[in-house]
């Protein structure tokens, strides 16, 4: 074949050629009476290797049996909702880039790069060191990172107020055994006692 000029009188497929099974021809051709499909049944239609994602069969699927969790890793909640907690966690260390006596707050931190943007609430993390005199203002932050920053002759302002939870204290009788909780109010004062009694 290599020594022959090839032309269209020769010309040969570079493998050979298969016939497709040809598929509900009754019995006697090979694929005959189901034609591979079997008997009856969603897979013997057509269209059932078409399915959307998730479809159990027309009974109820497992996302709407199963309850929905509830809070703030809740995917109905995220991104917006009365359970959107996130916040933009921001450590001390990071606040190197400023010069003493600065003053920190969302505006600044979006110019120095350390935010995107001022629509998430800015919480202020305790992680490095800090060695200079800066005003904070965020919106929260946490303990350790106000020790620092008041170690370092800074000052924090909230930008806004921490929430005060209710502190639910156990009561004990004599045997040990626990009653119901009591909850109490931080907010809450006594009541002034009458005088001469």
Do not use: C, W
């Not at 005959?32 to 027309?58: L, N, P, T």
């Amino acid at each position: 074949m290599a020594d022959k000029q090839l032309n269209l009188t020769n010309l040969q497929p570079a493998q050979e050629r298969k016939d497709r099974k040809r598929v509900g021809r009754g019995p006697g051709s090979g694929k005959g009476r189901y034609a591979g499909r079997g008997i009856k049944g969603q897979k013997s239609r057509s269209g059932s290797h078409k399915m959307r994602a998730g479809f159990e069969g027309g009974q109820m699927p497992i996302h709407m049996r199963m309850g929905k969790l509830r809070g703030a890793t809740s995917k109905d909640a995220m991104p917006v909702g009365p359970f959107r907690t996130y916040t933009h966690p921001i450590n001390v260390r990071d606040l190197d880039r400023f010069e003493s006596g600065d003053v920190v707050t969302p505006e600044s931190l979006v110019e120095k790069g350390l935010l995107k943007n001022t629509k998430i609430d800015v919480k202020l993390l305790g992680t490095g060191k800090l060695g200079k005199r800066l005003t904070i203002r965020v919106h929260a932050i946490s303990a350790s990172a106000r020790e620092k920053i008041e170690k370092a002759g800074g000052t924090v302002e909230l930008l806004r107020e921490p929430v005060i939870r209710r502190k639910r204290r156990m009561t004990r009788t004599v045997a040990g055994d626990e009653t119901e909780p009591e909850q109490t109010d931080d907010a809450a004062t006594e009541a002034p006692t009458e005088q001469g009694q």
